[in-house]
């Protein structure tokens, strides 16, 4: 009797130690007066606050980034609200140290992470509310809420868009659909790869805290675009094949 009630009880603490490294926090919040700042970060951080459409920043790090490659689920506290559950539903993994993923964020919101070993570029969208996650360099990172306002716009003022038709299950293709069942994005022998060299100049180098996290942030973009229009990683993918700093 006793044997059984410590087994029990060993069980109910294993299950929530093992749901709670689930959904544990991802980021914590850093004040601005105790990042000590390296020359690289602080050239960064500037310019960062220069964005014209800036409405908010705060400094962040992530508290375990490495274990959210592992992780299906896990729990954000955006400013001023109440943490929340992003669940994965694509991830994408190209070596060990580079990965992207798109979550789906609470009820209404959706978060995009590409990370190339500490550093991590994000875009997250909460409601009518939009998030930039930039690195800032080793593990260093400014949330930026943007004000939509200030944002350029996409089309001509007298552009005409057609009506909006809500994407039904039925007119996604059984990849995407697997690849939500599962989380996980995979490509074969027969994908077409699109071979893909990157050619950037000094001043976009000197405006990054990662150079390669933010190209592999770009190309993780575009793969993750592409799967939220239907065209699942059989279908089609993205190889850099060389990166290059071009004096122009």
């Not at 951080?45 to 800036?54: H, I, N, V």
């Not at 705060?58 to 490495?66: A, I, M, P, S």
């Amino acid at each position: 009797m006793v044997r059984s009630f410590i087994a029990v009880i060993f069980l109910v603490v294993i299950t929530a130690v093992s749901n709670f490294a689930q959904t544990q926090e991802a980021l914590k919040y850093v004040n601005e007066k105790d990042a000590s700042l390296n020359s690289l970060q602080s050239r960064v951080f500037a310019k960062a606050k220069q964005e014209k459409a800036l409405a908010s920043y705060q400094l962040v790090r992530f508290n375990n980034l490495v274990s959210l490659k592992d992780q299906t689920s896990f729990s954000i506290s955006l400013p001023g609200k109440t943490s929340l559950t992003a669940k994965r539903k694509w991830f994408k993994s190209r070596k060990a140290n580079e990965w992207m993923m798109g979550s789906a964020l609470g009820n209404n919101g959706s978060i995009f992470l590409s990370v190339t070993d500490d550093d991590a570029y994000g875009v997250i969208h909460l409601g009518n509310e939009l998030y930039w996650l930039w690195s800032l360099g080793n593990g260093l990172h400014i949330l930026i809420k943007v004000d939509p306002k200030k944002l350029p716009r996409d089309e001509p003022e007298d552009w005409n868009p057609l009506p909006h038709t809500k994407k039904s299950d039925q007119s996604k293709s059984e990849g995407q659909k697997q690849t939500e069942k599962n989380g996980l994005a995979k490509t074969t022998k027969d994908t077409p790869t699109i071979d893909v060299l990157v050619a950037y100049t000094p001043a976009v180098a000197a405006n990054q805290g990662n150079m390669t996290s933010f190209v592999n942030a770009c190309l993780g973009t575009t793969l993750y675009s592409f799967w939220n229009s239907n065209m699942n990683d059989t279908q089609i993918d993205f190889a850099i094949v060389g990166t290059v700093q071009v004096n122009y």
